[in-house]
């Protein structure tokens, strides 16, 4: 009985050797590190794992899942697991696929953090102050708002479902803490590209960017790193009330640079200029008493524009819309969008203006007053209006006679306003 007790003793010390000497022999295998094993068996919902220990280990087969639920699991199969325990109460390694794999994406997310690098991952969800990112081997990290963009993004939710390139600014492993910005990938490509830009540019140049911001005086367009202004006045030849209503953000566009200062990085653009300017010879297509049709874009108390092609514009002023009509405002006839005919009574190319008439188109009925109104026709007409120097008194639509006060008398031979205002009929007489 003693020499089997010692027999044993015996063979546990020579195992204990050789294990000592398998682990001097591989310093790597070590609780708490990443280990080669090699499937040997698969036992139920396990497989059994050689890491060279003096006992194996078993892995759940959930462990090697894929994506898409497949477990592939093969006797010969090589495997990294995490030695987590050389021994456990059932003498038994406890090992560990899961926490292998995650320890080695750790392991690579602090390498790259290390090395400045970047990591790859997809926005998940909208958390509070940001967004939750997951990358690429199932660690989670969080992305500040501030950090998303060059500019503060309004609406977060459409970055969720997007992969992207990040660069690591904070990282604690023990916590399992990590936080990512895109914004400063955003700002060094940017700088690059911006460096470009202002090498090549020259005033002049027609160059394509992209519709960045509307203003109500113009529109930011992004050059490639260096944004530039399309002020609203040089957009087109014609009127633009606002630029929204020809672009939109995000909208590319061909411009042409009209100046540039490369000190200040300054850069002002036209739209316009790409074109040729309609002015040129436009007195030889609008001769005074040319005939003319265009729409109404513009109405001022004193008259309205009409646009008769794109960048020219005439003015029909107030007094020329009507021979008989009292116009005191032109959308008492006029309304934005109506097309109209007129008259030109006069162009000035210097200054970029076109004088229309609509009244001109009609005949006018004063030409004919003295052949139906001789002097000393006796006329009877409706008193339109008194002043203080006597009675418009309208003889038909649109003509009116002045009667005035030394030609009218009452019965006292004097005459008052009152008197005047009761009066439904006067009597014009013309000398």
């Known amino acids: 009985m003693q020499e ?38 698969v036992i139920g919902e396990y497989a059994v794992v050689d890491v060279g220990c003096k006992a194996e280990g078993q892995v759940p087969l959930r462990e090697f899942a894929e994506e898409d639920g497949t477990i592939n699991v093969r006797v010969g199969d090589k495997i990294e697991v995490l030695l987590e325990a050389q021994e456990d109460n059932n003498g038994l390694v406890v090992l560990s696929k899961d926490k292998a794999r995650k320890r080695k994406v750790w392991d690579e997310i602090q390498s790259a953090c290390e090395a400045e690098g970047l990591v790859r991952g997809t926005i998940q969800a909208r958390v509070k102050g940001g967004l939750a990112v997951l990358l690429q081997g199932g660690v989670k990290a969080f992305l500040p708002g501030s950090q998303v963009d060059l500019r503060p993004v309004r609406n977060l939710d459409t970055f969720i479902g997007k992969d992207f390139d990040f660069k690591i600014i904070k990282f604690n492993k023990k916590r399992g803490n990590i936080v990512l910005s895109r914004r400063v990938l955003l700002e060094a490509e940017r700088a690059n590209l911006k460096s470009d830009t202002l090498n090549r540019l020259q005033e002049g140049e027609i160059v394509e960017g992209v519709v960045k911001n509307l203003t109500d005086y113009g529109a930011f367009i992004d050059l490639g790193g260096i944004d530039g202004l399309l002020h609203i006045t040089d957009m087109s030849w014609g009127r633009v009330n606002h630029p929204s209503e020809l672009f939109q953000v995000g909208d590319k566009v061909r411009v042409k640079v009209l100046k540039f200062n490369s000190d200040s990085e300054r850069v002002s ?140 008398a009452g019965r006292s031979g004097s005459v008052t306003r009152a008197s005047c205002s009761r009066r439904a009929t006067a009597c014009a007489r013309w000398s």
């Not at 005191?328 to 030109?344: F, M, S, Y």
Request: proline share 4%.
């Open 4 to 41: 089997q007790h010692n027999l044993r003793a015996e063979g546990d010390d020579d195992f204990a050797a050789l294990f000592e000497k398998n682990t001097q022999e591989n310093p790597e295998i070590r609780e708490g590190t990443i280990v080669l094993g090699t499937i040997v068996d």
């Open 269 to 408: 653009l036209g739209l316009k200029q790409i074109t040729a300017d309609p002015w040129v010879n436009a007195e030889q297509r609008y001769i005074p008493g040319t005939v003319v049709e265009g729409k109404v874009v513009s109405i001022k108390d004193y008259g309205a524009f009409i646009e008769l092609e794109e960048g020219i514009e005439g003015l029909v002023h107030v007094s020329e819309m009507s021979w008989t009509r009292q116009i005191k405002n032109p959308k008492q006839i006029l309304k934005i969008g109506d097309q109209v005919r007129a008259v030109v009574l006069d162009i000035d190319v210097s200054q970029n203006r076109i004088s229309l008439g609509m009244k001109q188109l009609e005949e006018n009925p004063y030409d004919k007053v003295l052949e139906t109104y001789p002097p000393g026709t006796i006329v009877e007409g409706v008193v339109r209006n008194i002043a203080d120097f006597g009675v418009f008194v309208e003889l038909e639509p649109g003509i009116d006679g002045l009667v005035h006060i030394t030609d009218l």
